[in-house]
């Protein structure tokens, strides 16, 4: 009950917009272990609303709720270690957290997978597997990973060249496309 009202909590202030109020309550949850509101204390030091961007902070409040299970977390997590890309660790920790994303299902870690499989970052470049998670994203509404994936059927990347396909998710990646213009 504690963490159904904790995670209440920190929505709450988020949807009504409560500006240094809502920040100190959200870090104050966010210490307390709250899953939601670590994410979205990261969310706000990645962006920089209400406090100054600071990754090294974000990341350490998305990775607090990565360990928990927040998808969306596990993907920033992931984001926020492949930066470091001349930092071998630090890319296999964005491989880790990826992996631990898109292996549930969040269509954004999908995407920012296959693309470490399609250029060889942090493992060995695969067109196969890279194709392979860009069709779960897609599948799934991930503009860009339609749009990838129109490319490999098209040129044959992973997956066996087909006209047919790759029309099929360019036109998906279009009215992708037109439905964000209307929104």
């Known amino acids: 009950m504690k963490k159904f009202t904790l995670t ?3 929505i709450l202030f988020l949807a009504l917009g409560l500006k240094a109020q809502s920040f100190d309550t959200l870090l104050y949850l966010a210490k307390s272990g709250d899953m939601e509101a ?5 969310v706000l030091y990645s962006e920089g609303k209400e406090v100054l961007k ?14 928990q299970g927040h998808l969306e977390a596990q993907n920033r997590t992931a984001a926020l270690y492949e930066k ?4 071998p660790a630090s890319i296999q920790k964005a ?14 870690a999908q995407y920012n997978l296959g693309r470490c499989y399609l250029f060889g970052i942090g ?3 695969d067109n196969k597997k890279a194709a392979k998670l860009f069709q ?3 599948e799934q509404g991930h503009k860009t990973a339609q749009y990838n994936l129109s490319v490999c059927y098209m040129q044959g990347h992973g997956v066996k060249q087909s006209n047919h396909m790759a029309n099929y998710w360019i036109k998906k990646f279009k009215e992708n496309e037109s439905k964000e213009n209307f929104e």
């Open 136 to 138: 779960k994203a897609a």
């Open 123 to 125: 493992v060995e470049s």
């Open 84 to 87: 470091h890309i001349d930092d």
């Open 54 to 67: 600071d990754n090294d902070s974000a990341l350490f409040w998305f990775e607090q709720a990565a360990v």
């Open 38 to 42: 670590q994410y979205s204390v990261g």
């Open 8 to 10: 209440f909590i920190s």
């Open 95 to 108: 491989i880790h957290w990826y992996k631990m994303s898109a292996d549930r299902g969040n269509p954004n």
